[in-house]
Protein backbone atom coordinates (compact mmCIF):
# COMPACT_ATOMS: atom_id res chain seq x y z
CA UNK A 1 0.00 0.00 0.00
CA UNK A 2 1.56 3.33 -1.04
CA UNK A 3 1.46 6.44 1.62
CA UNK A 4 -0.79 8.34 -0.46
CA UNK A 5 -3.83 5.51 -0.03
CA UNK A 6 -2.53 4.58 3.72
CA UNK A 7 -3.04 8.40 4.34
CA UNK A 8 -6.13 9.63 2.86
CA UNK A 9 -6.47 13.40 4.48
CA UNK A 10 -6.01 15.97 1.67
CA UNK A 11 -3.08 17.96 1.82
CA UNK A 12 -4.06 21.36 3.68
CA UNK A 13 -5.25 24.57 2.27
CA UNK A 14 -7.12 27.09 4.11
CA UNK A 15 -7.51 29.46 0.66
CA UNK A 16 -10.96 29.46 -0.79
CA UNK A 17 -11.51 28.90 -4.26
CA UNK A 18 -10.90 32.14 -6.36
CA UNK A 19 -10.77 33.21 -10.05
CA UNK A 20 -7.19 33.47 -11.97
CA UNK A 21 -6.36 36.32 -11.63
CA UNK A 22 -7.01 36.91 -7.71
CA UNK A 23 -5.38 33.88 -7.49
CA UNK A 24 -2.35 35.65 -8.98
CA UNK A 25 -2.54 38.72 -6.61
CA UNK A 26 -2.67 36.02 -3.71
CA UNK A 27 0.48 33.98 -4.87
CA UNK A 28 2.34 37.62 -5.18
CA UNK A 29 1.29 39.04 -1.88
CA UNK A 30 2.15 35.91 0.05
CA UNK A 31 5.61 35.90 -2.40
CA UNK A 32 5.61 39.20 -1.31
CA UNK A 33 5.30 38.16 2.69
CA UNK A 34 7.61 35.08 2.66
CA UNK A 35 10.37 37.96 0.96
CA UNK A 36 9.57 40.20 3.82
CA UNK A 37 9.80 37.47 6.74
CA UNK A 38 13.28 35.79 5.54
CA UNK A 39 14.62 39.48 5.57
CA UNK A 40 13.53 40.93 8.56
CA UNK A 41 11.90 38.36 10.80
CA UNK A 42 8.15 37.80 11.43
CA UNK A 43 7.75 40.40 14.30
CA UNK A 44 8.98 43.23 11.51
CA UNK A 45 6.43 42.27 8.97
CA UNK A 46 3.49 44.28 8.63
CA UNK A 47 0.52 44.32 6.39
CA UNK A 48 1.71 48.04 5.07
CA UNK A 49 5.11 46.60 4.14
CA UNK A 50 3.32 43.34 2.47
CA UNK A 51 1.39 45.71 0.51
CA UNK A 52 3.98 47.95 -0.67
CA UNK A 53 6.29 45.53 -1.44
CA UNK A 54 3.84 43.40 -4.01
CA UNK A 55 2.51 46.76 -5.31
CA UNK A 56 -0.78 46.80 -3.79
CA UNK A 57 -3.53 48.99 -1.97
CA UNK A 58 -3.35 47.48 2.07
CA UNK A 59 -7.37 47.14 1.46
CA UNK A 60 -6.16 44.49 -0.89
CA UNK A 61 -4.21 42.84 1.41
CA UNK A 62 -6.91 42.53 3.96
CA UNK A 63 -9.42 41.37 1.08
CA UNK A 64 -7.44 38.79 0.52
CA UNK A 65 -6.45 37.37 4.27
CA UNK A 66 -8.41 38.97 6.34
CA UNK A 67 -5.56 40.13 8.97
CA UNK A 68 -1.70 39.52 10.02
CA UNK A 69 -2.49 36.32 11.47
CA UNK A 70 -4.16 34.89 8.50
CA UNK A 71 -1.50 35.86 5.96
CA UNK A 72 0.75 34.35 8.51
CA UNK A 73 -1.50 31.12 8.63
CA UNK A 74 -1.22 31.16 4.67
CA UNK A 75 2.44 31.50 4.45
CA UNK A 76 2.05 28.45 7.11
CA UNK A 77 -0.34 26.55 5.01
CA UNK A 78 1.98 27.04 1.84
CA UNK A 79 5.15 25.59 3.62
CA UNK A 80 3.48 22.69 5.79
CA UNK A 81 2.14 21.85 1.80
CA UNK A 82 5.36 21.26 0.52
CA UNK A 83 6.65 19.46 3.54
CA UNK A 84 3.21 17.04 3.22
CA UNK A 85 4.39 16.16 -0.51
CA UNK A 86 7.74 15.68 0.77
CA UNK A 87 6.40 12.99 3.30
CA UNK A 88 3.93 10.85 0.61
CA UNK A 89 6.24 11.73 -2.93
CA UNK A 90 9.54 12.67 -1.77
CA UNK A 91 13.12 11.08 -1.73
CA UNK A 92 13.60 8.70 1.31
CA UNK A 93 14.15 8.23 4.40
CA UNK A 94 11.38 11.18 5.03
CA UNK A 95 9.33 9.79 1.22
CA UNK A 96 8.64 6.22 0.82
CA UNK A 97 11.43 3.75 -0.45
CA UNK A 98 12.73 3.24 3.22
CA UNK A 99 12.14 0.99 5.84
CA UNK A 100 9.27 2.05 8.36
CA UNK A 101 12.35 2.52 11.11
CA UNK A 102 14.09 4.78 8.96
CA UNK A 103 10.95 7.00 7.72
CA UNK A 104 9.60 7.09 11.64
CA UNK A 105 13.19 8.55 12.54
CA UNK A 106 13.27 10.86 9.67
CA UNK A 107 9.86 11.87 10.18
CA UNK A 108 10.92 12.94 13.91
CA UNK A 109 13.40 15.47 13.12
CA UNK A 110 12.17 16.50 9.84
CA UNK A 111 9.03 17.77 11.90
CA UNK A 112 11.18 19.19 15.16
CA UNK A 113 13.28 21.47 12.83
CA UNK A 114 10.41 22.44 10.55
CA UNK A 115 8.39 23.28 14.08
CA UNK A 116 11.91 25.43 15.01
CA UNK A 117 11.86 26.70 11.77
CA UNK A 118 8.61 28.19 11.82
CA UNK A 119 8.10 28.77 15.35
CA UNK A 120 7.89 32.86 14.75
CA UNK A 121 5.03 32.20 12.34
CA UNK A 122 3.42 29.69 13.98
CA UNK A 123 3.22 31.93 17.09
CA UNK A 124 2.53 34.98 14.60
CA UNK A 125 -0.50 33.22 13.38
CA UNK A 126 -2.16 32.68 16.78
CA UNK A 127 -5.66 30.77 16.96
CA UNK A 128 -5.60 31.30 13.22
CA UNK A 129 -2.80 28.47 12.46
CA UNK A 130 -3.80 26.47 16.55
CA UNK A 131 -7.29 25.89 14.81
CA UNK A 132 -6.00 23.93 11.60
CA UNK A 133 -6.45 20.59 13.00
CA UNK A 134 -5.77 18.60 9.59
CA UNK A 135 -1.81 19.70 10.27
CA UNK A 136 -1.90 17.40 13.26
CA UNK A 137 -4.57 14.64 11.75
CA UNK A 138 -1.81 14.16 8.58
CA UNK A 139 1.14 14.09 11.02
CA UNK A 140 -0.94 11.17 13.31
CA UNK A 141 -2.38 9.37 10.30
CA UNK A 142 1.44 9.05 8.71
CA UNK A 143 3.05 8.03 12.10
CA UNK A 144 -0.13 5.29 12.49
CA UNK A 145 0.50 4.25 9.34
CA UNK A 146 4.54 3.62 9.87
CA UNK A 147 3.44 1.85 13.36
CA UNK A 148 1.58 -0.26 11.22
CA UNK A 149 4.15 -1.49 9.10
CA UNK A 150 6.58 -1.72 11.92
CA UNK A 151 4.02 -4.62 13.42
CA UNK A 152 3.20 -2.22 16.38
CA UNK A 153 -0.14 -3.05 18.33
CA UNK A 154 -2.39 -1.15 21.15
CA UNK A 155 -3.99 2.30 20.44
CA UNK A 156 -2.11 3.23 17.32
CA UNK A 157 -3.81 6.62 17.66
CA UNK A 158 -2.69 7.45 21.10
CA UNK A 159 0.77 6.15 20.55
CA UNK A 160 1.21 8.81 17.80
CA UNK A 161 0.01 11.73 19.85
CA UNK A 162 1.99 10.43 22.25
CA UNK A 163 5.06 10.73 20.04
CA UNK A 164 3.91 14.21 18.33
CA UNK A 165 3.46 15.92 21.85
CA UNK A 166 7.65 16.57 22.37
CA UNK A 167 7.55 18.05 18.53
CA UNK A 168 4.51 21.14 19.26
CA UNK A 169 6.65 24.59 19.53
CA UNK A 170 5.78 25.13 23.45
CA UNK A 171 7.35 21.54 24.23
CA UNK A 172 10.57 22.51 21.68
CA UNK A 173 10.79 25.74 23.44
CA UNK A 174 10.47 24.58 26.88
CA UNK A 175 13.44 21.95 26.44
CA UNK A 176 15.81 24.47 24.18
CA UNK A 177 15.53 27.78 25.85
CA UNK A 178 15.28 26.47 29.28
CA UNK A 179 16.89 23.44 29.84
CA UNK A 180 19.40 24.21 27.33
CA UNK A 181 18.82 21.16 25.52
CA UNK A 182 20.74 21.84 21.53
CA UNK A 183 18.35 20.48 18.31
CA UNK A 184 20.53 17.40 18.05
CA UNK A 185 20.15 16.50 21.61
CA UNK A 186 16.74 16.63 21.19
CA UNK A 187 16.16 15.04 17.58
CA UNK A 188 18.54 11.66 19.81
CA UNK A 189 15.94 11.65 22.61
CA UNK A 190 12.95 11.80 20.17
CA UNK A 191 14.54 8.68 18.50
CA UNK A 192 15.16 7.09 21.76
CA UNK A 193 11.44 8.07 22.41
CA UNK A 194 9.96 6.07 19.55
CA UNK A 195 12.32 3.05 19.91
CA UNK A 196 10.64 2.71 23.54
CA UNK A 197 7.00 3.43 22.01
CA UNK A 198 7.90 0.42 19.53
CA UNK A 199 9.36 -1.94 21.02
CA UNK A 200 7.25 -1.67 24.36
CA UNK A 201 3.69 -1.36 22.81
CA UNK A 202 1.70 -3.87 24.03
CA UNK A 203 0.10 -7.27 21.98
CA UNK A 204 -3.53 -7.38 21.10
CA UNK A 205 -5.51 -9.27 24.15
CA UNK A 206 -6.26 -12.84 23.29
CA UNK A 207 -9.50 -13.56 21.68
CA UNK A 208 -11.77 -14.58 24.29
Known sequence: MSDLEATPLPLISSAPAVRRDAARNREALLTAAAALVAERGVEAVTMDAIATRAGVGKGTV???FGSREGMMASLLDHAETTWQEAVISGPPPLGPGADPWD?????????MRTNLTQAALI???GQTWATNRAVLGFSTMHLRFLLGRMGVAGDL?????ALMAPLTVPALRQLIEHDRRTVDQLAASWTDFA??????????APAP
Not at 198 to 204: D, I, M
Open 62 to 64: FRR
Open 157 to 161: QYLAM
Open 103 to 111: RLVAFGESR
Open 123 to 125: EAA
Open 195 to 204: RRVVTAAPAP
